[in-house]
């Protein structure tokens, strides 16, 4: 049974929490705030439930909270950011920053961080940026869950791709992992212990697999097989295309901010973890009301385009979360049981009052 | 019967073409070039074979073969062109070769174009700035052949994603349509008579269909029903990522250009397409010679992991065109009769001297 508990209440849980961790009254709002976001966007696997996993790291000192971030390199239009283990979303809002004012300066700003950690939600950075106006996309390498075309050894991340444009009524907001499903579809089937869909993870000797318990464990110990890219098994329906993208993640991450590489990480998140972050002015190509007007107007078309039989909606990127966002405010945020007790086992450690 | 034309004799034969279509003998130089790198690279179906293609358009006046282009806007880091209909190879290497100078001046350069037509592979622009060692992106839309999720109607085009880093042997070339195939692979499938995989098209009624021919010429007519997103039907193999990636290329082309969006064009390919190119020059996050060989070891990692049973080779993007075009160096290309048979009718229309 799911905890119905008030956007209000989460957050202010979830930044007390942070602050016994040792954070800054600042820095455990920043956190909270992208963790927050991704509870009410409806993407629970990377809000409030991540606290235990970010617990842990922190007290086995896999993320230092003191954790001073250092630009390494700078010019007008970029930064190469070492983030000396500091938690990812700091590290990733600094460097969003960083990039959205070098985006108002010159145009357009580039940024990529190393020696970071789980930053939680690509698209809660390009968000940023979109409500300034900018156009932004935020990638990551995590530790290796995906198996290339023709292999069966993990050796790519999730590797995520988010790219956000202003739009009205709501942002073009894109956020999506280059494998088929990401780990967290997986631990959802394993702990209901219904078997997955066919076509989305394959197991040690290569054979597509659908028993969700099995890869779970398999992922997590670091075992052959695992989560296919977006396009699935070999090359007929695209399966090198999402391997291939996740290498162009793996390219503007690991190799461009000089970090470790997927396969280098230790697990399936991942610990030094880097992301690439691009912001840029849509001014710099014309009127940016008109090209926000377009924008918003080809969306209306997608939504309004003729719909399969038996489907009385078309989506377009970005809606679901919204709206999920706008009814989660009134009604509140659904915590599963095992997130409650993880909450109030850390709020009873920690000596914070729980909900 | 595959004919087979050394790499010299197709090059000269449709430089001599595009001369006498009315070209500059540098721009018809140009314009070969790109087609020859399709030929040579393996991707036929934009070689050569797309001679018939351009001959129309410029018979039809739809390309202009005097088009000058203009810069409607610039600053130190980007640039809007418009082509005025130019052939979208010239508006490309134009807008890539601008990028490129913006690249090495201030370390990003990011140019829209609109007005432009369809312009050979992504990949070829990405490989230009690759071989003066930088970073880039490439991305076109086209005319509608992709189904939304949950919808029936075309409003998305192949949408290309081309990503090029220097690295060696080879650099990373990495070129794919969002869509789970290219028209190009339908139209293969319907002039052999042969039915498609499943899970490539649906049909008007939403159904997912493997007739090639009925397809082929619906898609063609601009019907219902169309080529699916990268990930397929629906979001459980997550078709909804290659649907929100193709949206995401019309949004830095069509929408960025302030350009027409992909429904608005006419016919599968397409006219008045819109490019977005971005190059970058590595050394801006550090030492370049670093980081290309930082990008030549972590490919190296995975075409050496562990392959599947019966697999005895992973490929990273770019080797197989590479080497393709070594051996097409060497012992020629091969040309379809078809192809064969409409280069000899150009030919005798222009008066050139066909092969």
């Known amino acids: 049974m799911d905890t ?7 957050r202010a849980l979830t930044e007390r929490l ?33 606290m235990m996993y970010y617990h842990q790291n922190i007290a086995s000192g896999s993320v230092n909270t003191q954790a001073q971030i250092e630009t390494v390199r700078e010019t007008p239009v970029s930064a190469l950011l070492d983030a000396h283990f500091a938690m990812g979303q700091l590290a990733g809002v600094h460097a969003m920053r960083l990039a959205m004012r070098k985006a108002k300066q010159s145009g357009i700003g580039m940024v990529c961080v190393r020696n970071s950690s789980h930053y939680g939600i690509a698209g809660y950075y390009t968000l940023m940026a979109a409500k300034e106006g900018l156009c932004a996309f935020s990638m990551t390498n995590t530790g290796p869950i995906m198996t290339p075309t023709f292999g069966r050894e993990m050796m790519l ?7 956000c444009m202003p739009a009205d009524p709501y942002p073009f907001w894109f956020d999506a992992s280059t494998t088929v499903v990401t780990l967290g579809k997986v631990e959802v089937h394993a702990k209901r212990e219904k078997p997955m869909p066919e ?9 597509l697999c659908t028993d969700a318990q099995r890869m779970n ?6 075992g052959m097989g695992g989560i296919l890219p977006l396009g699935g098994a070999g090359e007929t329906r695209g399966g090198h295309k999402g391997y291939g993208l ?34 840029f002015d849509p001014a710099i190509f014309g009127d940016a009301d008109a090209i926000r007007a377009q924008m918003s107007r080809y969306l209306r078309m997608l939504r309004e385009s003729e719909k399969l039989p038996g489907e009385n909606r078309i989506y377009t990127p970005g809606e679901k979360a919204f709206e ?4 989660r405010m009134e009604t509140g945020i659904p915590v599963e049981e095992k997130t409650m007790k993880e909450l109030r086992r850390i709020a009873a450690e920690l000596g914070v009052e729980a909900i």
Request: aromatic share 8%; charged share 15%.
């Open 4 to 10: 119905i508990v008030s956007e209000r209440s989460l």
């Open 18 to 50: 942070f602050e016994r961790e040792g954070f800054s009254g600042a820095d455990a709002c920043v956190i909270a705030d992208v963790l927050m976001l991704a509870d009410l966007f409806g993407i629970e696997s990377h809000g409030a439930q991540r």
């Open 157 to 163: 991340g999730t590797n995520p791709i988010a790219f």
């Open 199 to 207: 076509g989305w993870t394959i197991d040690a000797d290569g054979v």
């Open 217 to 222: 464990s398999s992922i997590l110990a670091g």
């Open 246 to 279: 996740a290498i162009m993640v793996e390219a503007l991450t690991g190799v461009l901010a000089q970090g470790l590489l997927s396969p280098e990480m230790q697990g399936a998140h991942g610990d030094h973890t880097s992301h690439f972050f691009l912001a």
């Open 324 to 327: 999920s966002m706008r009814r």
